[in-house]
């Protein structure tokens, strides 16, 4: 089983900046598929970034041109840098990983979340 924990998350004032670090545990796996989604009270969990194996990413627009989706193969880590942050982007934000195996079977798996609050 792999499991993901993030860190990275805290306050920060606006115009702030903060690096999401999502860590991949155990062996024999890759990840395909990385991204990032959060979730305010009360909203449902929303996209927040997408990183794919091939280089490819995806970004919602609410935070295009201000975070940036990275990954480090050889960690199996996944990092999100915020800048310019802003109030509406306090949430919790959750790692997701789809994985692929040594046998060549994928899986899907989340974090637990880490706090963002950005103060105004």
């Known amino acids: 089983q792999v499991q993901l924990v993030e860190s990275g998350g805290g306050l920060v004032q606006a115009g702030g900046s903060l690096r999401l670090s999502c860590a991949a545990s155990?062996?024999?796996?890759?990840?395909?598929?990385g991204g990032w989604y959060r979730q305010a009270p009360g909203n449902q969990r929303e996209l927040v970034a997408l990183?794919?194996?091939?280089?490819?990413?995806n970004y919602a627009d609410s935070v295009k041109g201000r975070f940036t989706i990275s990954r480090d193969n050889a960690k199996n880590t996944v990092y999100l840098q915020m800048n310019s942050l802003k109030p509406e982007d306090t949430a919790v934000y959750y790692c997701?990983?789809?994985?692929?195996?040594?046998?060549?079977?994928?899986?899907?798996?989340w974090g637990q979340g880490t706090q963002v609050t950005v103060s105004s």
């Open positions: 155990g062996s024999g796996f890759s990840i395909n598929i």
């Open positions: 997701y990983a789809n994985t692929k195996n040594i046998y060549g079977s994928s899986g899907n798996y």
């Open positions: 990183s794919y194996f091939g280089g490819t990413t």
